[in-house]
């Protein structure tokens, strides 16, 4: 089993920096790749950043050229970097990521609890 657990969330203001991290542990080959997303109060569950398929990353309209996402994988860590800060930002942060049990073998999905980022103004 695999277990995640993201940590870098606070309160900070508008125009402000936070870099999230998602932590790996347990038994697996690798990380593939991972996603974050986020949920507001009142609001779905939206993508904000992931891995693509082939080694790039794709960041949501909300996020371009503010949020940036990255694998460490010798660290077994994710990370969301997120710059310029907006209070519409502000909204529980989550990790998903796409492990191989392996090598060679399946993968499958694992997700985070969730950290809180709040962005007042």
């Known amino acids: 089993q695999v277990q995640l657990v993201e940590s870098g969330g606070g309160a900070v203001h508008a125009g402000e920096s936070l870099k999230l991290s998602c932590s790996a542990s347990?038994?697996?080959?690798?990380?593939?790749?991972v996603a974050w997303y986020r949920q507001a109060p009142g609001k779905q569950r939206e993508l904000v950043a992931r891995t693509s398929h082939f080694g790039g990353t794709n960041i949501a309209d909300s996020g371009k050229g503010r949020f940036t996402v990255s694998i460490d994988r010798n660290e077994h860590t994710a990370y969301l970097q997120m710059n310029g800060l907006k209070p519409e930002d502000t909204a529980v942060y989550s990790c998903s990521a796409t492990v191989r049990a392996r090598p060679g073998g399946p993968t499958a999905d694992y997700w985070g609890p969730g950290t809180q980022v709040t962005v007042s103004s």
């Open positions: 347990g038994r697996f080959s690798s990380i593939r790749s």
